[in-house]
């Protein structure tokens, strides 16, 4: 029997995923692989794990939640921990795959993965689809990725003009009971993963699970139960709680939910509850979100690059004394330390947190910013490689932001904390 694989990357869900809905139109019998690539859980050459435990266990219960709804299909998910180039090959001849289909990437680390499995396979034709964007590839006003604006308000307003979001893919109906095959692999643990174990900061502001129906849960509650959407606008650069954001950004990274998704959801809250510009501004940091993307798109490899996508050449310093009162929040300033401890301790840091500690670390101290992308990278439950490394040269200044600001820490933190609560739930360890 002919068998189309559907190989899972960062778009772990069932609706709105056009590789499973592309393999399903195929017409051959469809199994489906998650691959914990051993590499994202092994040191970098900053000496940070790629993925840390806080990042990892969304992902667990992500892949368990994707586990559960793909064999309510009839379709199976197979699982393991492993390098993917080893995986691939053995499962294309167990299972006499024809097709693969998959999330196109174009980044380098992603990108390798990819065509590492490629050089061990033969006779396999590749389905790879573009499947993270707002604003899809195709239809973007622009001819090449070299045409996209180096100022995102230009390329905002030119794709609004110009551009209709795509509609949801179609429901995925059930497949019959023979598509199914036998399947013992297993989600891992954080141990295996070579992960700490942990219980949750009872004063995080992201208390939520990893997994498409958790994604719906929270749309669910900050759009229609609470109505939070139509302030989202005045709320989100708050510090403390889960609402002062939409905290849709981890389900995002990892796949979970579309941004098409959350669009659409948008314009029906727009049509039935209400349209302003706070509902609006959660499109605009879908737009955001899309044009690091193609930012990354334009500039390649650049990205990572200590000069970054402007090839400037500051002098940048490497010094393990303070990286080690960054990470551990031990720095002059409340503001930043605050912020630093809540990551360390939650995997989560507001938007506002992570501007003002990136400034301090590349602006104020002059150190690294690849050393603190790193460490994001690490600790980040919403980590998207594109999104993350895209802000980093942007506060570092070789990235979309020639004006080369530094942000005014102090009279940040008289502005978003003027009562000092979020500056005392999290430094109220260190009072005594």
Known sequence: MSTSLVWFKNDLRIQDQQSLYNAIAKGNRVITLYCFESSLFKEDIFGFKKTEKYRAQFLLETIKGLKTSLESLNIDLLLYYDNVSHVIPKIIQSYQITDIFLQKEWTQEEEHVVTQVKEHTHNITWHESYDQFLFHPDDIPYQTFQEIPNVFTTFRKECEKNISIQPILPSIQQLPVSNRIQNNTKVPTLSVLGLD????????????????????????????????????????????????????????????????????????????????????????????????????????????????????????????????????????????????????????????????????????????????????????????????????????????????????????????????????????????
């Not at 995002?252 to 941004?259: D, E, F, H, Q, V």
């Not at 460490?375 to 895209?390: A, K, P, Q, R, T």
């Not at 506060?395 to 005392?424: H, M």
């Open 197 to 432: 174990t942990f219980t949750i900061d009872a004063r995080t502001a992201f208390p939520f699970k990893g997994g498409e129906a958790h994604a719906k849960k929270r749309i669910t509650h900050y759009f229609w139960e609470t109505q939070k959407l139509a302030y989202y606008k005045k709320t989100r650069n708050g510090l403390v709680g889960t609402d002062y954001s939409s905290k849709l950004s981890p389900w995002l990274a990892n796949g979970s939910i579309s941004p098409r998704q959350i669009y659409w959801e948008v314009k029906q809250f727009e049509k039935e509850i209400k349209k302003n510009q706070d509902t609006y501004w959660l499109i605009f940091e879908l737009i955001w979100r899309d044009y690091f993307k193609y930012v990354s798109f334009k500039y390649g490899n650049a990205i990572f690059k200590r000069g970054g996508i402007l090839d400037k050449e500051y002098e940048w310093y490497t010094n393990q004394a303070a990286l080690q009162d960054w990470i551990h929040g031990k720095t002059p300033y409340d503001f930043v330390n605050a912020n630093m401890i809540e990551l360390r301790e939650t995997g989560w840091m507001s938007n506002r947190g992570r501007q003002n500690v990136a400034s301090y670390w590349a602006k104020e101290l002059k150190q690294d910013w690849r050393i603190g992308a790193a460490y994001f990278e690490s600790m980040l439950i919403d980590y998207d490689v594109h999104s993350n490394y895209g802000n980093w040269i942007y506060n570092a200044g070789v990235g979309n932001d020639p004006r080369d600001r530094k942000f005014n820490i102090k009279g940040q933190a008289e502005r978003y904390d003027p009562q000092r609560k979020f500056r005392n739930l999290w430094l109220q360890q260190t009072l005594f």
